[in-house]
DNA sequence: TTAAATATTTAACAGCGTTAAAATCTTGAG
DNA sequence: CTCAAGATTTTAACGCTGTTAAATATTTAA
């Protein structure tokens, strides 16, 4: 009984064990970003971070188990972003949104880009979709809305759940292209506030939709 | 010199081998269909198609070649449908695009979701798009849109580039949610249109504004 | 009919993810 | 301090993949 408890308290051991875990999966995330997740192969990775093949399928598991920890990390910080949104000033949340998740893809484009293929490529953000991080990043555009429909900022004839949702996908359409390299982060950032604007603006009153047009008018039409 | 044109239109033998080329990617297609592109598996198509591997690679090629033929062919049949397409009655078109790629896509529902996920997974459609297939996908709800801001049915205070480029996002998004098998293919209507009015709607004369809320309020919010 | 061109198959290669078993290292009791 | 027990890493292999050179069989043209 003694040893199994020693042996979970056991410091020296396990911190190294992590370390050399967490040192696998930076490595893997630096191949993954510089040259795609299919040109991940464990020997190279193995190489690369100073360990041998079982060692990784040890300390973490196959490739699937690694892809799970890579997103699991993504959904992490994506969440972060999103918690610490504020629905105070309701005309500029949906585009301060936007730039918050720019400004955090711009931190390591090309790992998030990787990232982002990878998750649903193995259908693993549907899973993590399923645990409440999809229901929960669609919730927060329509709370938006309702928001603004309170205000009278928008009239109401459409629903906050129909409008929220459309929003959101002109977010996942915009992300898809970046991802996919049809433009850069600005192009991502453009492209979905052309969307949302264009959104909003079916329903928003006269005042407000003036204002949508104007900005919709200085936003470029992105080439592809 | 009479060799060279006698090869040519040799016909027993170069029939029998299209012949076998088409019976190979027939089977192909089966396959993808049935259980995805990645489970395609070279030595299980060659004994389905009752060839060995290496003939497969004289006649079509390796994977990629193959993959191109596939996408080459979806790319065929989405154009078709594109060109089908007459601007009679603007206000239809939307929706009538949509129906008719549903009912193509409704006619091997399989097949055409592992064509599409192949597509993009390996940047085919980037390489189709710079040969015109997208520009001309892209140009369809753009003309409409200008042909209904020249008959008042939207103010035209939105581009028609920037309306048309957006409408033709949701139909993309709409396209990518059925193909992950979010929901479907009733679900990809549903969803297109939404996106569609909602978009239409920020710009429309009143009468058409209240026309497509209308129609709006009918549209399911899509479940995931 | 026979020589040449063409197509198919046999048989192998290299690279991948994965795993059992041997070797090494770490830990804690005597 | 020693040394057996347990945890960890490595060696060495397996099976499966796409791919291809060389041998074999088939078809065509003279």
Redesign the interface.
Known sequence: MEKLAAAKNDSARVVNKEKRRRRILDHARRIIAKKGFDALKLRDLAASADVTVPTIYNLIGGKPEMLRFIIEELVERLQEVQNQSDLKDVEAAFETQIEDLAKLFAEDEDYYRAAFIAG??S?LF?QS?SSGI?ARSVQLPVEACKVAQSTGLLAG???A???G??IY??Y??AR?DWV???FDLQGFRD?AL??IF??????ANPEFHSR??NR??S?P??M?
Do not use: K, P, W
């Open positions: 649903d490529r259908g549907e979709s999809f004839s459409v629903s759940e129909q409008m949702r459309q996908g002109c996942r359409l898809q996919n390299g049809y492209q052309t969307g264009l959104c909003l603006a079916a329903d949508l047009i919709l008018s936003l039409v992105a592809r």
